[in-house]
């Protein structure tokens, strides 16, 4: 069997979830993860995962000294660098066959079932998403082809430079490979995880749409099992987690607001699409859009009228 190991640093605050996180990976025990961290360790984890106390400045200066670049680093920064964690942590990754990154805003499902023996047999690159780097999950070879193939992008110290978010992880380091199709073994036929209107992640404001039974991530809907829930517009309205850690729940259902043992009232679920249909995920959305071209179109006008 193929090893594996998925690295995230993360710094601040654990978020509301995390008991519910680790109960995932738990369930996950062929597959290893590394978390360097400033956080408070919990006083219950899976033996599958690794903590490595340091601090986001300490961790910069690693960073900076083998990258070659002034890094401008933050929790939102690290984004750009994921690419170049096989160099950075080449310690740490050098009993395993793959690396990997993911996000911590995810409930793990059953990742062996979707990352076969036989994908890791024959691909130098895997992702979740389709024809796409994913940065909520990607799996790179262990090799130093692989783990330094960041350093062959033009200007990527400039980009690593920059205050900014680039978005390199997906957006610059997708460009390249897909221009350097033929040097690499690519696996990323299709979405792994969650997706809603053909976007993956993004999803309405749902109650009791995922539910995660013994180690799988199935849709409530559909009965379809998937190897992971991302809910990366659910961050901001996820307020609670009744999920602990230490209890070795066997099941529990997620929610926009929070993750829970039991479904919810259909007098909830009624009043909750009404409350979809004036203020959803996609009216937002359609909104926020709005106000950008409206932005946009006041932009045109002045320029226009300045010249």
């Not at 043992?261 to 709005?290: D, P, T």
Request: with cysteine; proline share 4%; hydrophobic share 35%.
């Amino acid at each position: 069997m193929k090893s594996i190991l998925l690295i995230i640093p993360y710094f601040g605050k654990w978020p509301v979830w995390f008991d519910a996180y680790l109960v995932s990976i738990s369930k996950n025990p062929t597959i290893n993860w590394l978390c360097p961290t400033d956080c408070e360790l919990p006083k219950g984890y899976p033996k599958n995962l690794k903590f490595l106390p340091t601090s986001l400045f300490e961790l910069n200066r690693k960073v900076n000294t083998i990258v070659e670049a002034k890094v401008p680093l933050t929790p939102r920064k690290l984004c750009d660098i994921k690419p170049a964690y096989g160099d950075i942590f080449k310690n740490e990754i050098k009993d395993y066959d793959f690396w990997g990154i993911c996000d911590m805003d995810i409930i793990w499902g059953d990742i062996r079932k979707f990352i076969t023996t036989d994908i890791l047999s024959q691909y130098d690159i895997i992702s979740s998403r389709k024809e796409a780097i994913s940065g909520h999950f990607n799996l790179f070879k262990n090799s130093e082809k692989i783990n330094v193939l960041y350093k062959n992008i033009t200007n990527y110290k400039l980009m690593f430079e920059k205050q900014k978010l680039v978005v390199f992880d997906e957006q610059v380091l997708t460009n390249y490979l897909k221009q350097e199709k033929d040097s690499f073994n690519i696996y990323w036929p299709s979405i792994l995880c969650n997706k809603e209107r053909g976007r993956d992640s993004h999803q309405e404001y749902y109650l009791d749409k995922w539910q995660w039974q013994n180690g799988k991530m199935i849709d409530v809907t559909t009965s379809k099992e998937l190897m992971y829930l991302h809910f990366i517009n659910w961050k901001r309205t996820m307020k609670t987690c009744e999920v602990k850690y230490i209890d070795n729940p066997t099941q529990f259902y997620f929610s926009f607001n929070g993750i829970h043992y039991k479904q919810h009232s259909k007098i909830a679920h009624y009043f909750n699409s009404f409350k979809n249909i004036f203020n959803g995920y996609w009216v937002r959305e359609k909104r926020r859009i709005r106000r950008l071209k409206f932005k946009s179109l006041k932009k045109r006008v002045k320029r226009k009228l300045n010249l």
